[in-house]
């Protein structure tokens, strides 16, 4: 069952256009990799699908319901879990409060969130600010997961972390395809990204230019879209 479908959306930033018709599509248990060089409009679609910054035309369903007329919030509640670039967990609450501050019910609880990342049960009292960057990616992870989402959208989980830390999200985040979630995530590892994703969607200057199995993604695709 189709659980996201982006369909043809344009989205802009004041006058400047951002996306020319971007089209793709997540099934329910699918991992997508949305792929591209640095300012090619993979944020911006995400921001899109999330209705931070609302398409100007096309269509985005969720579960079978448009959501271009919904505010954030709502797109949320509808059940899209966002990791945003930069991770933006809230610095002065510790992390047990940042866990619980969105929490809906659901399979992922506390207890299931600290059997994940063990570091955040350990760190439970700190401040998020006080936490290193990858625990506080951690923590962005497992905060979204607290409002126990239908698609969980990973956005540079990686980006920045160092290598130990990075394996540990990699663990997450098969352990996450192997429970069924459905999963949309940017990432510049191909090397970790590729065996976990299902399919591919490659982004050139805010257009479709590439879908496919990773499988099917040959070097000569990679250097032509994703190569310095």
């Known amino acids: 069952m189709m659980l996201l479908n982006v369909q043809d959306i344009t989205t802009y930033y004041g006058a400047s256009q951002a996306l020319f018709g ?3 599509d997540v099934a329910e248990g699918e991992v997508v990799a949305l792929m591209g060089r640095n300012g090619m409009g993979k944020s911006t679609t995400i921001k899109s699908i999330c209705n931070l910054v ?38 002065n609450l ?19 969130v600290n059997v994940l990342f063990p570091r955040l049960k350990e760190r439970h009292a700190q401040m998020a600010k006080s936490l290193s960057g990858g625990e506080q990616q951690m923590l962005a992870i497992g905060r979204a997961l607290m409002t126990n989402p239908l698609l969980l959208i990973l956005d540079e989980a990686t980006e920045g972390l160092a290598p130990v830390i990075r394996q540990d999200i990699w663990r997450a985040i098969r352990l996450l395809k192997a429970e069924g979630l459905s999963i949309l995530v940017v990432d510049k590892t191909l ?19 590439w879908c496919g199995s990773p499988h099917a993604l040959t070097s000569t695709v990679q250097d032509r879209y994703l190569g310095v």
């Open 94 to 112: 510790s992390v047990h409060e940042n866990l619980v501050a969105a929490a809906r019910p659901g399979p992922w609880t506390l207890e299931k």
């Open 54 to 91: 609302p398409p100007r035309t096309g269509r985005i369903s969720f579960s079978g319901k448009g959501t271009d007329r919904l505010a954030p919030y709502k797109v949320a509640r509808l059940g899209v879990g966002l990791v945003p670039e930069g991770r933006r967990c809230f610095p």
């Open 191 to 209: 090397s970790e990204l590729l065996p976990v994703a299902d399919k591919c969607v490659i982004l050139e200057n805010g257009k479709n230019v």
């Open 22 to 24: 971007v089209n793709f």
